[in-house]
């Protein structure tokens, strides 16, 4: 059975800095492609972060400031997030694809950003 189970939001203020964890179970990011996502209320759900094959990729709007890393077994893939804004505030959901285009998500954590 997969899960994914994330971790690591809270209530940061402007320009701090907090790091999500999404640990699976019954899944590798070794070979299935691992994305976090994020969504504020009324808005869509947005891509933030990816590992595909192995390779970590951060998306333009948050580059200078997010980075993705995974340890070393493949069941944990991070989201380093620095000099947070209030925009930033979202619930951060973790997502796993296998290469048969099967979905599995995780319940989600909040990040607060306060100004």
């Known amino acids: 059975q997969v899960q994914l189970e994330e971790s690591g939001g809270g209530l940061v203020q402007a320009g701090g800095s907090l790091r999500l964890v999404c640990k699976g179970s019954g899944v590798s990011a070794d070979s299935n492609s691992i994305h976090w996502y994020r969504q504020s209320p009324g808005k869509e759900r947005v891509l933030v972060a990816s590992?595909?094959?192995?390779?970590?990729s951060v998306s333009d709007f948050v580059k200078d400031r997010f980075s993705l890393s995974r340890d070393w077994k493949g069941d944990e893939v991070n989201l380093q997030m620095r000099n947070l804004e209030p925009e930033d505030s979202a619930v951060y959901i973790c997502?796993?694809?296998?290469?048969?285009?099967?979905?599995?998500w995780g319940q989600g954590t909040q990040v607060t950003v306060s100004s």
């Open positions: 997502n796993a694809r296998t290469p048969w285009g099967t979905e599995y």
């Open positions: 590992v595909v094959a192995g390779s970590p």
